[in-house]
T-cell receptor, first 113, second 110 residues
Framework: SAVISQKPSRDICQRGTSLTIQCQVDSQVTMMFWYRQQPGQSLTLIATANQGSEATYESGFVIDKFPISRPNLTFSTLTVSNMSPEDSSIYLC??????????FGQGTRLTVV | GQQVMQIPQYQHVQEGEDFTTYCNSSTTLSNIQWYKQRPGGHPVFLIQLVKSGEVKKQKRLTFQFGEAKKNSSLHITATQTTDVGTYFCAGPGGGNQFYFGTGTSLTVIP
């Protein structure tokens, strides 16, 4: 199994501001994944974060809006920039172990007012 | 990313009834995974299916992978209130990531 510590667990932010979400994994992993889950919806992959290179973004997500850092093999951050109410969602980081199982952080519940 | 659809979107069952959710992919999958997300929680891995036509069981849960490896199902026998949650299938992308299905939310009425 993998232990992923994600913080903050929740936040209420003013529109136009930015929030940085952190994920710390208990061991080294090559790739970390960031998902968004809007209320009552499925998980949508935002980007894949690789250590030492720029993140790979999925269609519909851009680096200016969701900058990602991956300074080492156990840590990553996702920033939600210039927030609007449409960004209200749960954001989850994830890693894969053994090419099989995805483990998730506890999630960050973001409300933009 | 690939399209992975699940039906039904919602299902309400009486405790003790059976439940099935179906997952359909627009492309052939090398494998498929199933996750359960309890209300307020994060997704938790249930199982992975790899082989065409594969069937796996976990107590009251039966998972099937279609012969063409484009669809899958999860069947729960005699549901219990602890089965409440949203069940997602997930298929792999080209770079180790997973794309999640639309999910089926299960409510079990005591």
């Amino acid at each position: 199994s993998a232990v992923i510590s994600q913080k903050p667990s929740r936040d209420i932010c003013q529109r136009g501001t930015s929030l940085t979400i952190q994920c710390q994994v208990d061991s080294q992993v090559t790739m970390m994944f960031w998902y968004r889950q809007q209320p009552g919806q499925s998980l949508t992959l935002i980007a894949t974060a690789n250590q030492g290179s720029e993140a790979t973004y999925e269609s519909g997500f851009v680096i200016d809006k969701f900058p990602i850092s991956r300074p080492n093999l156990t840590f990553s951050t996702l920033t939600v920039s210039n927030m609007s109410p449409e960004d209200s969602s749960i954001y989850l980081c994830s890693v894969i172990r053994g090419n099989t199982e995805a483990f998730f952080g506890q999630g960050t519940r973001l409300t933009v007012v | 990313g690939q399209q992975v659809m699940q039906i039904p979107q919602y299902q309400h069952v009486q405790e003790g009834e059976d439940f099935t959710t179906y997952c359909n992919s627009s492309t052939t999958l090398s494998n498929i995974q199933w996750y359960k997300q309890r209300p307020g929680g994060h997704p938790v891995f249930l199982i992975q299916l790899v082989k065409s036509g594969e069937v796996k069981k976990q107590k009251r849960l039966t998972f099937q992978f279609g012969e063409a490896k484009k669809n899958s199902s999860l069947h729960i026998t005699a549901t219990q209130t602890t089965d409440v949650g949203t069940y997602f299938c997930a298929g792999p992308g080209g770079g180790n990531q997973f794309y999640f299905g639309t999910g089926t939310s299960l409510t079990v009425i005591p």
